[in-house]
Nanobody, 128 residues
Framework: QVQLVESGGGSVQAGDSLRLSCTAS????????MGWFRQAPGKEREFVAA????????DYADSVKGRFTISRDIAKNTVYLQMSSLKLEDTAVYYC?????????????????????WGQGTQVTVSS
């Protein structure tokens, strides 16, 4: 019942920054975790970052730690992924996802199967 729409993708050069947005509509997100995943051609979808909606607890994949920052604007029902120091290997389709039980878990949800709502994805292409 939660609809997610990603935006902000594009083509950038290595070292540049980009901010992705995910706007959500539907039921309240107070108990949700909101996550970002990405999928490169020929590869499995992988976890990037997530944040619990109310508590603000965060987790990041090791590959993006220190470069990416996830945040949310509760009033705007929007979660962001600020990406800096982009690398060629960051090229992928980035998906926003929602875990409706995120706040009830000890850890931030990082597994694909924990998320029940998904956006259509936004392409991020990094070149040199």
């Amino acid at each position: 019942q939660v609809q997610l729409v990603e935006s902000g993708g594009g083509s950038v050069q290595a070292g540049d920054s980009l901010r992705l947005s995910c706007t959500a509509s539907g039921r309240t997100f107070s108990n949700y975790a909101m996550g970002w995943f990405r999928q490169a051609p020929g590869k499995e979808r992988e976890f990037v970052a997530a944040v619990t909606w109310s508590g603000g607890k965060r987790d990041y994949a090791d590959s993006v730690k220190g470069r990416f920052t996830i945040s949310r604007d509760i009033a705007k029902n929007t979660v962001y992924l600020q990406m800096s120091s982009l690398k060629l290997e960051d090229t992928a389709v980035y998906y926003c996802a929602a875990d409706p039980l995120g706040e009830f878990k000890i850890r931030v949800a990082t597994r694909t199967h924990e998320y029940t709502s998904w956006g259509q994805g936004t392409q991020v292409t990094v070149s040199s």
